[in-house]
């Protein structure tokens, strides 16, 4: 079956260290995108790409990094910059042909802090 | 700029109840309008969506919406609650500004009594 895996599924972070999620996609889609989930804020958007080794930034990119090098894979990088990255992250994609296509999501990675 | 309200953040309904979630948003154009639902530690799942034609549309697990223009307004609606229906419901506007971006209500939280 297609579908979105995000990987790990639960993630610690030391202090000054960078961690890697992971999302891969089999789903065929062009667009993908990275949200940040905090309780009673709904889904914030961290980055988004539209087609391979193209993206952009979302709403609140500062302390986190990307990379499209493949079309199925978006990794969300979160670096010792980000001061606060104890939340629940989110990966989804939908198609690039056209903006009514719904977002398809992954299950989530909740990264906390040791 | 382009915004979506979710007035409410807990309702709490009994088992066999209908049940009525608001949504309203702010956007120039035809929006294109989504609802998801996502159980706790779970991704969110496309319950339905409109982009044009009826307005009145019709979802999974028994779910409609129905998009109110004069009102700027796509709530969604149950006859019958489910004590499975029990999760946090997501309105979203999609395709904003002429990119992939979507924006995301921060959503409600439903509770089911037995």
């Known amino acids: 079956d297609g579908g979105i895996t995000q990987s790990p599924k639960y993630l610690f972070r030391k202090e000054g260290q960078n961690v890697t999620l992971s999302c891969e996609q089999n789903?065929?889609?062009?667009?993908m995108y990275w949200y940040r989930q905090d309780p009673g804020q709904g889904l914030r958007l961290i980055y988004y790409?539209?087609?391979?080794?193209?993206?952009q930034k979302g709403d609140i990119a500062e302390g986190y990094s990307v990379s499209r090098e493949k079309k199925e894979s978006f990794p969300l990088t979160v670096t010792s910059a980000q001061k606060n990255p104890t939340a629940f992250y989110l990966c989804?994609?939908?198609?690039?042909?056209?903006?009514?296509?719904?977002?398809?999501f992954g299950d989530g990675t909740r990264l906390s802090i040791l | 700029a382009q915004s979506v309200t979710q007035p409410d953040i807990h309702i709490t309904v009994s088992e066999g109840a209908s049940l009525e979630l608001r949504c309203n948003y702010s956007?120039?154009?035809?929006?294109?309008l989504f609802w998801y639902v996502q159980s706790p530690g779970q991704g969110l799942q496309l319950l339905l969506k409109?982009?044009?034609?009826?307005?009145l549309v019709q979802g999974i697990k028994g779910f409609e919406a129905e998009f109110k223009r004069s009102q700027s307004s796509f709530n969604l609606r149950k006859p019958s609650v489910h004590w499975s229906d029990a999760a946090e419901y997501f309105c979203?506007?999609?395709?904003?500004?002429?990119?992939?971006?979507?924006?995301f209500g921060t959503g409600t939280r439903l509770k089911v009594l037995a």
């Open positions: 989804a994609s939908s198609l690039g042909t056209g903006i009514r296509q719904p977002q398809h």
């Open positions: 789903l065929n889609h062009d667009a």
């Open positions: 790409s539209q087609i391979v080794n193209d993206f």
């Open positions: 956007y120039g154009a035809t929006p294109y």
């Open positions: 409109y982009f044009s034609g009826d307005t």
């Open positions: 979203a506007v999609g395709g904003t500004s002429g990119t992939y971006k979507y924006i």
